[in-house]
């Protein structure tokens, strides 16, 4: 995917470029929406938010999630690839690892910040 805009700027359209454009790096078929285009923008319009929803999640989560679900999936001569809709519908597990991992790495990142403000503090 060529989007040069950052990802906390990211926007459903954005989202849905990525998952096509990955989807068929990774599996070689083209992405094909659950329940369709629209239903998949409002799912992922719920998380981002959009003008009229307020964001509930930022984007770089959002595809963190994408992308394992990307890594874990495994594709059958029944089922060659995977869609937002799937991954939001049955990999809520993912989704609540991939959540507990950032919090983790951001209590880590607030622990670090503080004891350098500490360090400082004893220096002056």
Known sequence: MSND???????????????????????????VPFRGWQAEKGMLGNLIGTRKKPRKHEPALVKRFIDECFREYKPSREYPGISFGFMWAYKRNVWQRVQAEAQREAEAQDQTSSKDWDEIAEWL
Do not use: M, Q
């Not at 906390?8 to 096509?20: G, I, M, P, Q, R």
């Open 5 to 31: 805009k950052p990802i906390e700027k990211w926007n459903t359209t954005d989202f849905h470029a990525y998952l096509s454009a990955r989807h068929k790096e990774l599996f070689g078929v083209d992405y």
